[in-house]
């Protein structure tokens, strides 16, 4: 993962996109779905692929991470993964969508502020 960001941040989006899929199919020969850190790659090779210019695919993988972080009822997956989905709808060009995602968005971050870090311990 952090060979992924310091990829990203150093514009080499084709190494951090096949660093990604590297670390995907290496989950996969693990034996356990490890889903907190698939999402995240999926989040990741997304990116990669949006900054290639590959919108479709990069559409495509923010919709598989979004339906993966979702059935997980992971909210904070799932913010990022709307988030990647709106960027990818608004870089193709798809608005009416982007801003579908948005108001998702805009809505699932609500409920995140709503959930503790940490299980609270009363006092």
Known sequence: VIEID????????LEALQAAEAA?????????????????????????LRQLGDL??????????LALAERMQAPRLVTSALTNAAD??????ALDEAEA???RLAQAAAAVSQVPMRPTVPR
């Open 101 to 103: 995602l948005t108001e």
């Open 88 to 93: 990818a709808a608004l870089d193709a060009g």
């Open 6 to 13: 310091a990829c990203q941040r150093q514009e080499r989006h």
């Open 56 to 65: 479709a695919a990069a559409r495509a993988e923010a919709g598989a991470a």
């Open 24 to 48: 995907l199919r290496a989950l996969d020969g693990m034996g356990r779905p490890y889903l907190h850190d698939r999402v995240n790659l999926m989040l990741q090779r997304g990116g990669a």
